[in-house]
């Protein structure tokens, strides 16, 4: 910041001089003033012959009380706000959001730039107040997951072993009963209820503890071809379609396969169990913006909108019988891919959810894979 001296030149911050703005200001003035006294006491001594010399002097003085009213002028007018500014910006640089300029309220262009001032102060102050929310959102979720990693590791061990030896007991129990036995169909419900308990501890472990991707260049359609095999055979006695379109050309993508079919195998069940009666369930495959986008459409009955902020959370689930860990888990298994996951509904109509990821792993997203 400069003293706001009159010197005509100024060491710049580039190491260059820098002529003072006073200065650039006054010359043009001084031009003028100059080419007028001229003028005046050419013609003052074609007239007055032996008075021309005080006629000189009092134009000459007359000529330094304007330039120096005018200096002035300037320096209420302009310099002040501009090093008021100056010193704003320093204490903005420094962290402090509570500046702002008092000469906001001036009806001119400097005025202008006062106000504009405080409103980028003001927008500084709500992003930074908002980046802090965020920030503690993503803390408090930190927090939970590290709670069910714990959790996780104290169901594997009180659950997970038990529940093999109960699962093999009551298989060797449904081979000893005869076909007709009404036994047999308690022991259905029983297996069954046994591979749902399976299933929901398989997927909070695989939740709280997932492994990092291992990214190879292949096509996504070979996972989406596997997904959609799979969730078929599961879907069998229903009356729904479920099909692959692939638009347009996809080049290979880098990414787990593994994780991508789970990812949407998952989604493809969500979408199926939405539907009651006939139905279609629609996995699409497109290059978007340099990028690769998949979509997963269904028409089932849709999710209210004061509940589509909350699908991604652990364990909320719009289902009777879901555990809320498999869209957390898709998200998961997205992010970890360095791409991003949107949903979009209309109840009784439908919902849509669009992946799009990256065709090609940054080294951002590779230090942000091995989510912990």
Not at 9 to 23: D, E, F, I
Not at 55 to 78: E, F, Q
Not at 97 to 126: P, Y
Request: hydrophobic letters at 45%; one cysteine or more.
């Amino acid at each position: 910041m400069h003293d706001g001296s009159t010197a005509s030149a100024l060491q710049g911050r580039n190491g260059r001089m820098r002529v003072n703005w006073q200065l650039k200001a006054m010359i043009p003035v001084v031009a003028v003033l100059m080419a007028g006294v001229l003028v005046f006491v050419w013609e003052s001594v074609a007239a007055t012959g032996p008075e021309a010399p005080h006629i000189i002097l009092i134009a000459a003085g007359g000529a330094v009380v304007v330039c120096g009213v005018m200096l002035a002028a300037l320096a209420v007018l302009v310099q002040r706000p501009l090093l008021e500014l100056q010193r704003k910006i320093a204490q903005l640089r420094g962290g402090d959001l509570t500046v702002s300029a008092s000469f906001a309220e001036r009806n001119d262009e400097i005025g202008d730039l006062g106000r504009d001032f405080n409103a980028m102060v003001q927008q500084l102050r709500e992003s930074r107040g908002e980046i802090q929310r965020l920030h503690h959102s993503q803390m408090s979720r930190a927090e939970h997951l590290a709670t069910l990693g714990e959790l996780a590791a104290g169901l594997a061990h009180e659950i997970r072993n038990p529940l093999a030896g109960i699962a093999g007991v009551v298989e060797i129990i449904g081979r000893d009963l005869p076909e007709g036995s009404p036994g047999r169909e308690v022991w259905t419900e029983i297996h069954g209820e046994i591979q749902r308990i399976q299933k929901t501890l398989n997927q909070l472990l695989n939740y709280s503890r997932p492994r990092a991707p291992e990214f190879a260049v292949a096509p996504l359609r070979v996972a989406a071809e596997r997904a959609i095999r799979l969730v078929r055979q599961q879907a069998t006695s229903r009356p729904i379609e479920i099909k692959l379109v692939n638009t347009s050309e996809l080049q290979p993508c880098e990414h787990d396969a593994a994780q991508i079919e789970q990812m949407l195998v998952n989604l493809l069940f969500n979408a199926v169990q939405a539907i009651e009666g006939t139905g279609s369930v629609e996995l699409q495959l497109e290059p978007r913006d340099g990028m690769a986008a998949i979509t997963v459409s269904d028409t089932g009955r849709g999710i209210p909108p004061e509940q589509l902020d909350k699908i991604f959370r652990p364990f909320f689930t719009t289902k009777g019988q879901g555990t809320g860990l498999g869209l957390s888990l898709a998200r998961r298994i997205v992010e970890a891919h360095g791409g991003q996951i949107e949903v979009s509904s209309v109840v009784q109509k439908g919902t849509r959810f669009t992946i799009l990821l990256p065709l090609r792993k940054s080294s951002a997203t590779a230090a942000a894979s091995p989510v912990k």
